[in-house]
């Protein structure tokens, strides 16, 4: 079955779409005070340490059942204590 010319057009319309976000992406500098930045940043710095993604998992996954911040505090500490990473001191500020 050939595609109609409305068809060809609406494809058209829709990679010209996609051509000028791409473009718009592309011109997006993070800076460094954005916070989008800061937790993407976060994120990719933890993935890349296992122990730290291995107590960032387990925190994650008990957080629901937590019923204060007390709890939410003990299970910080005794999740990242162990954490032999520069952001497993952090835990300790919170």
């Known amino acids: 079955m050939a595609p ?3 068809t ?3 494809e058209r319309e829709i990679q010209e779409l996609a ?3 791409y473009r718009r992406v592309g011109q997006h500098k993070p800076s460094l005070f954005e916070p989008q930045d800061w937790l993407r940043r976060m994120i990719d ?3 890349e340490d296992e122990s730290l993604r291995v107590a960032l ?3 994650v996954d008990v957080l629901p059942s937590l019923d204060s ?3 939410s505090g003990l299970h910080l ?3 990242f204590a162990r ?4 952001f497993g001191g952090l835990i300790f500020l919170a």
């Open 57 to 59: 998992f387990r925190f």
């Open 8 to 10: 060809q057009k609406r």
């Open 83 to 86: 954490v032999d990473h520069a």
């Open 4 to 6: 109609t010319e409305s």
């Open 69 to 71: 911040a007390v709890e």
């Open 45 to 47: 710095w933890s993935l």
């Open 19 to 21: 051509r000028g976000l």
């Open 77 to 79: 500490q005794e999740y």
